[in-house]
């Protein structure tokens, strides 16, 4: 796609201006590249992203303090293969948005490497617009491809690790205040810090907004008063043995509206709705010795929805997660790395509105990986996971992957992963559209990637892979002529895509980064391509950043291109899409920052939630918006 007028003007100006700085520069102190970043979500095991034989993508600190994202599902949303479809404005006035990534929302979500995410609904498995305390965060790997043999059956598309902060040095606090357009406010006050073997944060944050305009101008009523408050111990008893516990809780009045054809957004009726959401997790490790550990995780996790409680028939929601797993890891000798588990995860729908009370499924799992490091150029990955569900029994699942490393400067992988995917609560009882005959999904997932090194400072990463489910389980309309739609299986569904991305460190403080992710997912009876229109064919995104320590300057963009939009709707608009932003942040002194942001620089006007492509009934998504703040830390 060609961008068109003063958004061509712009980008080329900002790029000409970047490379007419860069060639002033000189490049014997050029930076070493983001290849090199420790990941944990690939293995299990610590390694850099350049030798995880997998498609991996961090959000790393320095870029969180930088841009200031607002919550989860901000920080993710340009990553290639990921799409984040929130409703509305922030997607804090909704229960039902939506985490793709590689085209599928049967992911798995982890703090610190313990599983949180919901599985007994259809839609939000995790609530990215509700994790609003970015100060908690160290880093947020995303993990694209099948990974069900380490995280269970919903891992098809992918994994989401949000890696908290370890607290270090002197105690400190820190205040945290920005406003913006639409009467966005966010307050928040921290401190943490260390003493004798004990680290602790805590944290209080209230959060507002209103209503908003979209692009076109038009006013969409929505309101937002949120409050969360979370706090993380950690204990280290001696080199062998350390405790963390952390909860966090977020907890929102909101308002909002249902869009209607022909009806203007500010005569529609007002939805009034309640949020509780509330996550504990605890895990010890044991070190046995250098190469030997083991990990014993606790969560659980509850999230209380009461939408619409002003009406006869309230959406009421009330859902709770329970997992515990306890891994070991081995070193053994110089070539194998040994890695076991067992994971007994339970998911509960207390309520669920008028249709769904005291339902659960509980899972128990047995896995074993070994990475084989059997040359100095070879590795091979291989797995095998043991499920007994208490609705589906017993299933297997294995995987394999090869690594070929030539040189220092290229990695090449190839694997084959295998899934196994048990119907929601939702899908086999909801009335109306649940189904209690519903067979489990099976399937598997090819893929190959490269990794390369230009030189120290240009990265390529490259990533293909085709998947194929049995038995998928998606929406068709009954045959009683009511205009319902009920959840069934059928017989194949089959995924192709393909990720690029390329990074360049011009110098010490410029980078630049570009990346353009394309998929295909076969149709389900009677409806389009890619989950009926929901997802585009392609997505472009692109960053340019300047830091010089004092200074920080990021501009992105976003070009989400083809997206039909469902077959059954009459009018298809804005199938394609720009969307540009652009952030500041500068070091008055180390202890006060000053920040501000753009929000949609050119005002386009777009959604990114999918039902109808027609900008008179969809979910607007806000139009341009501006931020300024302030962090002071004491």
């Not at 700085?21 to 930076?31: K, Y």
């Not at 901000?74 to 404005?89: C, D, F, S, Y």
């Not at 994994?159 to 945290?176: L, M």
């Not at 997992?323 to 070539?335: C, F, R, V, W, Y």
Request: proline share 3%; glycine share 8%.
């Amino acid at each position: 796609m060609i961008l068109n007028g003063y958004k061509s003007l712009i980008l080329m100006l900002a790029v000409g201006a970047v490379t007419n700085v860069a060639n002033a520069m000189p490049t014997e102190d050029l930076p070493e590249f983001s290849l090199e970043k420790l990941v944990v979500s690939a293995t299990k095991v610590p390694t850099t992203m350049f030798n995880a034989n997998a498609n991996v993508n961090v959000v790393g600190r320095q870029e969180i303090e930088n841009k200031h994202f607002n919550n989860i599902g901000e920080a993710i949303r340009n990553l290639p293969g990921v799409n984040v479809q929130n409703m509305g404005g922030s997607g804090e006035a909704y229960a039902d948005n939506t985490l793709y990534i590689n085209g599928s929302k049967n992911i798995v979500v982890l703090i610190d490497g313990v599983r949180i995410n919901f599985n007994g609904g259809d839609a939000e498995k995790f609530s990215s617009a509700d994790f609003i305390d970015m100060n908690l965060v160290e880093r947020i790997e995303v993990l694209k491809g099948s990974a069900s043999t380490l995280y269970g059956s919903d891992a098809q598309g992918g994994v989401i690790n949000i890696v908290t902060r370890k607290q270090t040095g002197n105690g400190y606090g820190k205040i945290h205040a920005d406003y913006g357009s639409f009467k966005t406010s966010h307050v928040g006050l921290s401190a943490g810090g260390t003493e004798k073997g004990l680290n602790w944060y805590v944290a209080a944050q209230n959060k507002k907004s209103g209503s908003f305009k979209d692009g076109q101008g038009r006013r969409v009523p929505e309101t937002v008063d949120a409050k969360t408050f979370n706090v993380k111990l950690g204990k280290t008893f001696d080199e062998k043995n350390d405790l963390s516990l952390m909860y966090t809780q977020y907890k929102s009045d909101y308002s909002r509206i249902k869009p209607k054809k022909g009806q203007a957004y500010e005569k529609a009726a007002p939805i009034y709705g309640t949020k509780d959401n509330n996550n504990f997790v605890m895990s010890y490790n044991h070190k046995f010795s250098e190469g030997s550990n083991n990990v014993l995780s606790f969560s659980r996790n509850s999230k209380d929805i009461n939408d619409n409680y002003t009406a006869k028939k309230p959406v009421q929601y009330v859902q709770t997660n329970l997992s515990i797993n306890d891994q070991l890891t081995n070193k053994i000798g110089e070539h194998h790395t040994l890695v076991s588990g067992f994971e007994y995860a339970k998911d509960s729908i207390d309520r669920a509105s008028q249709t769904i009370r005291n339902k659960d499924f509980h899972n128990t799992a047995l896995y074993i990986q070994d990475i084989w490091d059997f040359s100095k150029q070879y590795n091979l990955t291989y797995g095998l996971r043991y499920d007994n569900h208490s609705k589906y029994g017993n299933h297997t699942s294995g995987s394999a992957t090869i690594g070929f490393t030539p040189d220092d400067k290229t990695n090449f992988y190839a694997s084959y992963k295998q899934y196994f995917i048990a119907p929601t609560v939702n899908q086999l009882y909801s009335s109306g559209s649940g189904n209690p005959d519903l067979k489990y999904e099976t399937g598997y997932t090819y893929e190959l990637g490269v990794k390369h090194y230009f030189d120290k400072n240009t990265t390529i990463d490259l990533n293909a892979y085709r998947r194929k489910s049995s038995d998928a389980i998606g929406l068709v309309k009954k045959n009683d002529g009511s205009g319902d739609s009920i959840y069934t299986n059928y017989d194949t569904e089959k995924t192709k895509g393909f990720s690029a991305k390329i990074n360049k460190s011009i110098n010490d403080c410029i980078n630049l980064g570009a990346g353009y992710t394309y998929i295909y997912v076969d149709p389900q009876p009677n409806k389009n391509p890619n989950k009926n229109g929901y997802l585009p064919r392609g997505v472009w995104n692109f960053n340019i950043g300047y830091d010089n320590d004092r200074l920080a300057v990021d501009l992105d963009g976003r070009g989400v291109i083809n997206r039909e939009g469902r077959k059954a709707a009459k009018v298809h608009t804005s199938t394609s899409f720009w969307v540009w932003d652009i952030s500041a942040n500068y070091k008055c002194s180390n202890s006060i920052k000053l920040f501000g942001k753009i929000g949609n620089i050119f005002n386009t006007n777009y959604t990114e939630r999918v039902y109808d492509l027609d900008p008179e009934a969809w979910y607007a998504s806000p139009g341009r918006n501006y931020m300024i703040g302030m962090e002071y830390t004491f």
